[in-house]
């Protein structure tokens, strides 16, 4: 599908169906992915940090390798990385909406405290490729391979620490386990349930296309800048599924689900700069970007380590007030917006 040609008013309707697509799935896949928690028996923090991390970055993914193929190096990397840092300030809402105690305390899960040290390292390679120089094998750098490989390798130890855990954390009057819901009964199958999980998915990548192709008219016809439109508006819009998910499982009390959600699909998200590097045919994605779009990838990294410091502390805070953590956190991210606007 073509859409130079469309008029803003189409663009903008076009832009905006597919959000809501995104957002509808969204709410729906929340659900399924913590009947295959308890199906499996995998947990939810496990399930919320790879499926359903995986599952609603889906479209996201499209946007960044979408846009890394037109030679879009830019859009494609604010996007990934804008998304990690919205993703965050995500969890920061979440525990506004929480009113018992401060959600990092109540969601106290080894597996969310490996999955943040995972993202901080691997939010790293990116900033070692931008100084490193520019080496490329088939216009392909090696610290996209390098990313791919300790992905690959958290996920193998992911599972490790949650079989053989060589730690726990203290457990309170507030902290909230992970146990299977006995009361919800469904009659479907495993397959039916992982075919609507998939049917999920497949449509959050449809609209995610579609999202690229508005993004790109938008950013040529009207000179917008390609930082601007990758942190701002791509990744915010696809990273609503993130949000509802987050918000709804912390509304049912599955608070691993919504803590391992975020953490698990920002991790996944460092997964768009592998892609992408592979879909830019102009050499490596890293030294086609510039500094702007290094202010996103900063407040990744700083947004999960504040993260990482509340799962550790695990202030309680008291009802109807959010910890330490929330608070930077959101504090971070609207410098960060501020700074990008002016």
């Not at 960044?64 to 037109?70: D, L």
């Not at 040529?220 to 993130?242: F, I």
Request: proline residues 2%; contains cysteine; charged residues 15%.
């Amino acid at each position: 599908m073509s859409f130079e040609n469309l008029s803003l008013v189409w663009l903008v309707a076009i832009f905006a169906g597919a959000g809501l697509i995104i957002l509808a799935c969204g709410v729906r896949i929340t659900d399924v992915a913590d009947r295959i928690a308890d199906r499996t028996g995998l947990g939810e923090a496990l399930i919320g940090g790879l499926l359903l991390g995986a599952a609603t970055s889906l479209s996201g993914t499209v946007v960044s390798i979408t846009t890394a193929f037109e030679g879009r190096a830019s859009l494609s990397f604010s996007n990934a990385v804008g998304g990690i840092a919205a993703q965050t300030a995500f969890l920061a809402l979440a525990d506004m909406i929480y009113r018992r105690v401060n959600l990092e305390h109540a969601a106290a899960d080894l597996s969310n405290l490996f999955q943040g040290a995972l993202l901080v390292l691997l939010l790293s390679i990116p900033l070692i490729a931008y100084v490193s120089p520019d080496i490329s094998f088939f216009a392909v750098s090696p610290f996209s391979l390098i990313l791919f490989g300790i992905y690959i390798a958290g996920v193998v130890a992911s599972k490790r620490v949650r079989d053989d855990p060589m730690w726990r954390p203290v457990g309170t009057r507030e902290t909230r386990t992970d146990t299977p819901d006995e009361e919800q009964k469904d009659a479907r199958g495993n397959v039916a349930i992982f075919a609507v999980f998939g049917a999920l998915m497949l449509l959050m990548g449809i609209a995610g296309y579609a999202i690229s192709g508005v993004a790109g008219v938008l950013t040529d016809r009207y000179g917008l800048s390609a930082s601007l439109v990758g942190a701002l508006m791509t990744a915010v819009v696809t990273s609503l599924p993130e949000l509802v998910t987050t918000l709804a499982a912390v509304r049912r009390g599955a608070l691993q689900l919504a803590v391992g959600g975020i953490i698990g699909g920002n991790t996944f998200d460092t997964l768009f700069l592998t892609l992408s590097d592979v879909a830019y045919r102009d050499g490596s994605l890293y030294h086609a970007i510039n500094k702007d779009d290094l202010v996103w990838l900063s407040v990744g990294l700083s947004a999960t380590a504040i993260l990482l410091l509340g799962l550790i502390v695990r202030q309680k805070a008291g009802p109807g007030r959010i910890g330490f953590e929330s608070a930077g956190i959101l504090a971070l991210y609207a410098g960060a917006v501020a700074l990008t606007v002016s």
